[in-house]
């Protein structure tokens, strides 16, 4: 299920969450800012089933990873709790993959409410297109919408992932687990 916290994220915290996101990846397009904004309110659970599975992957991960995905912590949650956490938090030894493995499983069981997102997605939609209109792609917004009609997240677009390296995982952190970790 959802945090019950995230989905009262009011359109001053959308807002900021979006500001935080330009600050650090300026070249972000529409797309990944709905795969942000769709991992704000619903975790990481909905991309991979279990544990195995995403501890695998991981591993498989980290063993390609070369260059650094900044910053290593990212609030995406503008307070509640939820945050990108970067690959280079292992690769620089701020913490071990186990009890990464431990906190990202903490969210595997999130599920999207497709219906509920399509309504909150389509008042972010208003929002951006009033706020960064230079963000608003034709064929990345019928992207979005397609995601929804077919309940399939979105993956980032080339740019992103060329320009920043996206190695990272979204995870629910308490402030005292970053505090232990010096993330």
């Avoid at 995403?54 to 063993?63: D, I, N, R």
């Avoid at 900044?70 to 993959?97: C, F, H, M, T, W």
């Avoid at 209109?133 to 917004?141: E, V």
Wanted: aromatic share 12%; proline share 4%; glycine share 4%.
């Amino acid at each position: 299920m959802p945090n019950p916290e995230l989905k009262c994220l009011q359109p001053a915290d959308v807002s900021k969450i979006i500001e935080t996101e330009l600050y650090y990846h300026p070249e972000a397009q529409l797309l990944d800012m709905y795969k942000l904004l769709l991992q704000s309110y619903y975790g990481q659970g909905h991309f991979i089933p279990d544990i195995h599975q995403a501890e695998s992957y991981l591993k498989y991960e980290l063993s390609i990873y070369i260059n650094s995905y900044l910053p290593v912590i990212q609030d995406i949650s503008n307070g509640s709790g939820l945050y990108r956490i970067s690959l280079e938090a292992i690769r620089n030894g701020k913490i071990a993959l186990e009890d990464f493995l431990l906190i990202f499983a903490r969210g595997i069981q999130s599920e999207v409410n497709w219906l509920s997102w399509q309504n909150i997605w389509s008042e972010i939609e208003i929002m951006l297109l009033d706020r960064y209109p230079q963000k608003m792609n034709k064929d990345q917004l019928e992207q979005c919408k397609m995601s929804i009609r077919q309940k399939k997240c979105v993956s980032h677009t080339e740019c992103f992932k060329l320009t920043y390296n996206p190695h990272y995982r979204v995870m629910q952190i308490t402030e005292e687990e970053i505090k232990y970790y010096k993330i």
